[in-house]
């Protein structure tokens, strides 16, 4: 798989997700407000590549900074920190990465400036190296509720292109493809971006993992044939009594499941994780530029001129819908999810 972010030749490199899957085309940050540009503009997107790219980002902002002393240094690396947190609202990832960064910074304020920038580098590439491993165990714990031969319905796109590498949900399927398992990915278009489209599909076939495309009203049909045996979804952020927040039209495919009696997962790490937030009704919901609803990529206007649109780019599933929620740690029911991880 071709990296989604990566710290390279002093800049943080980052896959154009936009132009997916029609170019593979790489652009590299050379400072943070690119980054930052990166993260609204959806070149690099998905929850945890979001809190990668944020993590880089400070990095490579506090390279430039040319304070001497540490409370200066602070200041202007908390400035860096505050521009990237205001990229995007919902994907707690960013603001758990933003986070620890500024945690590192203070950890380290007894060392010589040149010693914490180089540092700040290693502790970014620590949030992707540890993202890959959390993909990898969710993997594990997550591919034994994938039986042989089943269909899996995802929405949006979880994958490797969301994250470090290996992705939640479509590491979930990796796993159980790597385990010999038989199986079939149908993919939800994911309107108004088409992350299912552009992206999910592109990166299964990249696999050879087998994956049909509908678009997203067809899902209720394929369930009501028996078609999907299961569902298996990442998250923007989960709060302390399980309810999920993620693409817009997750809702929908929770209840098309719960009508039909499929199991309804989800796979976070837990950077994705907010305990301090008691449910979903507090989650901030992106609203983006109407254009993406008028507009087929921003170009063929597929409605007429001055058409009110409201454009939510999340949704939040409650807890009583989902049926379990795959963390690197284990697979937990949603109303014990606060509680084990606290444990653990
Ligand atoms: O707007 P996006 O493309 O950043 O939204 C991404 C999603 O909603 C994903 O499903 C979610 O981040 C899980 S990614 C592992």
Redesign the pocket.
């Known amino acids: 798989m071709v990296p989604t972010v990566e710290w390279k030749d002093g800049a943080v490199r980052i896959l154009d997700q936009s132009r997916l899957p029609d170019k593979v085309e790489f652009v590299d940050c050379r400072d943070y407000e690119t980054v930052g540009i990166a993260i609204k503009e959806?070149w690099v997107?998905?929850?945890?590549?979001?809190g990668i790219a944020a993590a880089m980002g400070v990095a490579l902002g506090a390279q430039a900074v040319k304070a001497v002393e540490f409370d200066a240094f602070r200041k202007a690396v908390w400035a860096i920190a505050d521009y990237l947190a205001a990229t995007?609202p919902t994907?707690v990832?960013l603001f758990w990465a933003i986070d620890r960064m500024k945690r590192r910074l203070e950890a380290l304020q007894a060392e010589p400036i040149p010693a914490i920038k180089q540092k700040l580098i290693v502790e970014a590439q620590a949030v992707l190296d540890e993202d890959i491993a959390m993909n990898k165990a969710m993997g594990r714990h997550g591919s034994t509720v994938i039986g042989d031969g089943q269909t899996i319905l995802t929405?949006?796109?979880?994958?490797a292109l969301?994250?470090g590498g290996y992705?939640?949900?479509l590491g979930v399927v990796r796993a159980a493809w790597d385990a010999g398992k038989k199986i079939r990915v149908v993919a939800d278009e994911t309107r108004p971006?088409l992350?299912g489209a552009r992206l999910t599909a592109w990166e299964l076939m990249q696999d050879g993992i087998p994956v049909t495309l509908i678009t997203d009203n067809m899902a209720g049909t394929l369930m009501s044939q028996g078609r999907i045996q299961v569902c298996i979804?990442?998250?923007?952020r989960i709060t302390a009594n399980g309810d999920v927040a993620?693409?817009i039209g997750?809702y929908s495919v929770a209840v098309l499941a719960h009508a039909h009696g499929i199991p309804f997962y989800v796979?976070?790490p837990s950077s994705?994780i907010d305990l301090s937030m008691p449910s979903g009704d507090k989650i901030p919901i992106?609203q983006r530029d109407p254009r993406e609803v008028t507009h087929v990529r921003g170009r063929e206007s597929i409605a007429p001129d001055g058409c009110e649109v409201f454009n939510p780019?999340?949704d939040v599933t409650p807890a009583r819908l989902i049926t379990g929620i795959i963390t690197e740690k284990g697979i937990f029911k949603p109303s014990e999810l606060a509680e084990k991880m606290r444990l653990r």
């Open positions: 959806l997107r998905g929850a945890p590549a979001i995007r994907a990832n929405h949006c796109n979880a994958g969301a994250t992705g939640t949900a971006v992350q979804v990442g998250a923007d993620n693409k997750t796979a976070a994705t992106e780019a999340f």
